[in-house]
Nanobody, 115 residues
Framework: QVQLVESGGGLVQPGGSLRLSCAAP????????MGWYRQAPGKQRELVAR???????NYADSVKGRFSISRDNTKNTVYLQMNGLKTEDTAVYYC?????????WGKGTLVTVSS
């Protein structure tokens, strides 16, 4: 069973920063559009940011200018650098790998922004 493994969540104060990481099998990572999604309590899962294998990115309007997605093709890892965190960023963050053949998800990592 393919696993995407997230790490880096936690509790942070408003205005703080966190970096999430997601490791994927090379067979998936090399051809996938990698993304981060989030789901807040009582809300639907939503796209945060995506990055193609060529490094092209897109972001949700709510995180533009604050979050940055990147990928290290030598480590088969995608990152989400989150700066200027707000209480409304509190959610479970999920890593996603979207390939022409299938779609893969991690189990999620909780990010809590609170004073």
């Amino acid at each position: 069973q393919v696993q995407l493994v997230e790490s880096g969540g936690g509790l942070v104060q408003p205005g703080g920063s966190l970096r999430l990481s997601c490791a994927a099998p090379r067979s998936i990572f090399s051809i996938a559009v990698m993304g981060w999604y989030r789901q807040a309590p009582g809300k639907q899962r939503e796209l945060v940011a995506r990055i193609t294998s060529a490094g092209n990115t897109n972001y949700a309007d709510s995180v533009k200018g604050r979050f940055s997605i990147s990928r290290d093709n030598t480590k088969n890892t995608v990152y989400l650098q989150m700066n200027g965190l707000k209480t409304e960023d509190t959610a479970v963050y999920y890593c996603n790998g979207d390939t022409p053949f299938d779609n893969y998800w991690g189990k999620g990592t909780l990010v809590t922004v609170s004073s």
